[in-house]
């Protein structure tokens, strides 16, 4: 078993050469900060088994944020058989400054230069074998979307003996390295001296608390290393940093000017002349609101007659069924709780969140695929940093819409921690798709009518729903920098990517295969045992009243002053393993006490909420409700684990929830008053 | 001038990084440093942050950032 390292920049494709080599289907988006976690696979290639993991992007191996810090933390101590450096052919010399410092870490490093495609499109040509001349290592061609090359990058797994180029640093540095050389060779173990011996000069405590730790083994403790290092910073001058970097840089703009040909000075004007209408003032952010309401219309419209037809056939099976369980003689308790409980919850959870996540999902990874995604950062980084935020949270919002969840570690490519713990805190008031049909569900039955095919309407008030998400998170983002989270907008760079033709059927299949259904199946997962329980709760009786009455008769008063019900409010907190299954609890409760019994349509499910008191007023509390209430149980999880406490995730629960009951209130009180 | 003056199609060498820390690393992993080739290419609507091409790549930098570092114009 060979281990291989897939490293380099953020969006050079190394999860689309790591999925074309392993056959699996990590998540690739064009834009920077998409892998956030080191994720491994295997292949097998001429009898040789091989273990490859996908580092996030790294611009160097001096890291800034967590993301970066995972990529360099793998490179410099963990054990593997070979370093593949993933480039972009298009800015390729940028590239080369982490190829450089790679190779001043290990011998074993294959170049591969993606992106060849989009290079060939733009006229830059590259002397890939030159390059490899120059660098000692292979350097292979690919374009891994297409597949192209790859069989050489294959070919290039087992060469052997490399004579890696190392950066030669002024004839003063170069000395002092040697020098350490001498003293230190013995002591690091596995790890590279020269490479040691230059961290020791361009000195990072973080870095050097890692190899302390490695080694076991304190380096400065030794007198003879401290009083060399010493008289060595004494020697040279204060800016060594700055040299150290400024010397590989120049090296990578020496290397790239030698194999590097363009034959078109404009390349760019296509892509420029798109971005200025996009982060245009006039057009900048209404073409964003419009890219959301077609998003949103087109989830809407589109979802509507599968899930009537859905809704339809589990109908259908589901009396099949019920007879059939009478047939078999089933006990009623029995046939109640498969039927009643578990079939009803689960049929519903697909029904309604099955077409419009089919939907949202492929469009979401398209404009992911293009790259858009970047430019909404742009467009609105302004305004998160009058709340003393970070841009990028808006990439983090954007992936919250998918799950909370993955918002909520996407928030890693934020570097300041402080504007990191603000995206994680405030990622609850994007509604995730598991809210989502929720909130479709009840605009359409109290604000659109059911019969009316006024979608207009409805993505208006989802709109406006979200668009309340979005002032919400600036508010507490602001509220979060003025109190708990005081400080600074630190500064930032955010790489905007060129526009990448979306694989349009790759896109779709993927997002239906491994987003919706992993989505639905955790949701599915939750159901069953909830359809369940719930279904006992609602039937066992005590003094002709079943437990689930009796809880929600006794959370009933608070609940009326919010503008909900006891039921509303218990589905929400039976609901926290999974939002989506907060309608159908709700509904069952109303089920087992109500007159109707059959449920078949979003007609009747109107019925039972307006037998069961609900308005208008209900509506929009529940609305903002589940807008602004606790995250659910992985997201929760997922907070504890990325800030790596437990107080910060109470926070993130009580934070949105306590906004969520104090809105209520208010609009509670406006209807009362009115 | 500092990158921050820059207009949209202006184009200069940095002359001089007056940033410090963490930004200042990031710069220079970016390949922005003394020397470097830059061009403003686009400006967002509320007119920060700025968008420059940096070594082949697009980088949007903030305002407050960008005034800590010279450029030099160069007319054409």
């Given at each position: 078993?060979r ?127 030159r ?61 590279n ?47 060594i ?5 400024d ?28 971005d ?43 009396k ?16 109640g ?107 359409t039955?109290?604000f ?23 002032l ?74 079943s ?33 989506e299954i ?93 | ?7 949209i ?26 020397g ?22 697009l ?18």
């Open positions: 078993m281990i291989i390292a897939l490293a380099g920049n953020p969006n050079v494709g190394k999860s689309t050469v790591f999925n074309a080599l392993t056959g699996l289907h990590q998540h690739t988006g064009n834009w920077s900060g998409k892998t956030v976690s080191n994720a491994n696979g295997t292949f097998n290639y001429n009898k040789t088994n091989y273990e490859i993991y996908d580092l996030p992007g790294t611009y160097s191996l001096i890291p800034h944020s967590k993301e970066e810090e995972i990529a360099r933390d793998f490179l410099c101590f963990d054990k593997y058989d070979l370093v593949i450096v993933v480039c972009d052919a298009v800015c390729l010399e940028r590239n080369l400054n982490l190829v450089l410092q790679t190779l001043e870490i290990t011998k074993n490093v294959i170049v591969c230069v993606n992106l060849l495609d989009e290079a060939e499109k733009k006229k830059i040509k590259i002397n890939l074998s390059l490899s001349q120059i660098l000692g290592v292979p350097v292979v061609g690919t374009s891994a979307r297409n597949k192209k090359g790859l069989d050489n990058l294959l070919k290039n797994l087992e060469a052997k003996n490399f004579n890696p180029y190392q950066v030669k640093y002024s004839e003063k540095i170069e000395e002092a390295i040697n020098e350490l050389i001498c003293l230190i060779k013995d002591k690091v173990k596995n790890l001296s020269r490479w040691v011996a230059l961290n020791l000069i361009n000195y990072d405590e973080c870095l050097y608390q890692k190899i302390t730790d490695y080694l076991n083994f304190d380096l400065l403790k030794e007198k003879e290393i401290k009083e060399k290092l010493l008289s060595i910073k004494k020697e040279l001058n204060l800016n940093k700055d040299e150290i970097t010397t590989i840089i120049k090296k990578a703009e020496e290397i790239s000017k030698e194999v590097i040909t363009f034959e078109s000075k404009d390349y760019n004007l296509k892509n420029q002349k798109i200025r209408i996009i982060t245009s003032k006039l057009f900048g952010i209404p073409i964003m609101l419009g890219m959301l309401f077609i998003i949103l219309w087109l989830t809407i419209k589109g979802a509507n007659y599968p899930s009537n037809l859905l809704f339809n056939i589990f109908n259908n099976v589901g099949n069924l019920l007879d059939f369980l009478n047939f078999l003689n089933a006990p009623s308790w029995l046939s709780i498969l039927i009643s409980g578990i079939y009803r919850v689960l049929t519903w959870v697909i029904a309604v969140m099955l077409p419009p996540m089919a939907i949202f999902f492929p469009l979401f990874t398209l404009l992911e695929d293009l790259g858009f995604l970047p430019r909404i950062a742009f467009n609105l980084d302004c305004a998160f940093k009058k709340c003393c935020a970070c841009g990028k949270q808006a990439l983090t919002m954007c992936m919250g819409f998918g799950c909370n969840a993955v918002g909520v570690s996407g928030a890693r490519i934020i570097d300041s921690p402080r504007e990191r713990l603000i995206a994680i805190l405030t990622n609850v008031f994007v509604p995730c798709n598991g809210r989502f049909p929720t909130m479709i569900t009840i605009i039955i109290f659109v009518g059911i019969n009316s095919n006024n979608t207009f309407l409805s993505v208006f008030i989802l709109t406006l729903v979200i668009l309340l998400g979005f919400l998170t600036f508010l507490v983002s602001f509220f979060l920098s003025k109190t708990l989270l005081k400080g600074l907008p630190s500064s930032f760079t955010l790489e905007l990517p060129p526009y990448r033709r979306p694989q349009v059927g790759k896109v779709i299949i993927r997002s239906i295969f491994d987003r919706t259904i992993f989505v639905l199946g955790r949701a599915v997962m939750i159901a069953i045992p909830a359809g369940a329980l719930i279904w006992i709760l609602g039937n066992i009786q005590i003094n002709n009243m437990l689930l009455n009796y809880i929600a008769n006794f959370l009933n008063p608070f609940a009326q002053t919010i503008g909900l019900d006891g039921v509303i409010l218990i589905s929400f907190i039976l609901g926290f393993p999974a939002n907060v309608i159908p609890i709700m509904l069952m409760i109303y089920l087992s006490t109500g007159q109707i019994i059959e449920f078949e349509s979003l007609e009747s499910l109107r019925k039972i909420l307006i037998e069961n008191g609900w308005t208008i007023k209900t509506a929009i509390c529940m609305l903002i409700f589940s807008l602004c209430h606790f995250p659910c149980s992985t997201t929760c999880l997922t907070i504890k684990k990325e800030t790596g406490s437990f107080k910060w995730m109470i926070l993130a629960i009580f934070l949105p929830t306590i906004i969520g009951i104090a809105l209520c209130f208010l609009v509670n009180q406006i209807f009362n008053f009115l | 001038m500092f990158l921050s003056d820059m207009q199609g202006d184009k200069g060498i940095i002359k001089k990084l007056n940033v410090n820390g963490n930004i200042k690393r990031r710069l220079q992993d970016l390949g922005l440093i003394e470097t080739y830059i061009e403003c290419i686009l400006k967002s609507p509320f007119s920060d942050p700025s968008a420059y091409l940096i070594r082949g790549a980088i949007a930098i903030r305002k407050e950032d960008g005034k800590n570092i010279e450029v030099e114009l160069i007319c054409e």
